[in-house]
């Protein structure tokens, strides 16, 4: 069983930074990360995503603002969030699709970021 592990969430008043970080329980072959996040309300929605290769995309509404990457030595990904906004707020998941048998996407548990204004 694989699982990815969140870090780096929390309370931060608008304008701060945080970093989220996201790595799998164990060592496995990955091709796409990215981030997620939902605010109550609303559905899910891709944030960031990163190649193998290191192609980033990002939702127009981070651009400028947050930079994903990731250290594919250690099958860990980041996501710097500065000039955060109150409309960031939500729970962020990391996703990986990687190989493990067979070609699956795998979901972290969700970590709460919350900016006040």
């Known amino acids: 069983q694989v699982q990815l592990v969140e870090s780096g969430g929390g309370l931060v008043q608008a304008g701060g930074s945080l970093r989220l970080s996201c790595a799998p329980s164990r060592k496995i072959s990955i091709n796409t990360m990215a981030w997620y996040r939902q605010a109550p309300g609303n559905q899910r929605e891709l944030v960031a995503s990163?190649?193998?290769?290191?192609?980033?995309n990002y939702t127009d509404s981070v651009k400028g603002r947050f930079t994903i990457s990731r250290d594919n030595a250690q099958n860990t990904m980041y996501l710097q969030m500065n000039a955060l906004k109150p409309e960031d707020t939500a729970v962020y998941y990391c996703?990986?699709?990687?190989?493990?048998?067979?070609?699956?996407?795998?979901w972290g548990q969700g970590t709460q970021v919350t900016v006040s204004s």
């Open positions: 990163i190649t193998s290769g290191g192609d980033t």
């Open positions: 996703m990986a699709r990687g190989w493990y048998g067979s070609w699956d996407d795998y």
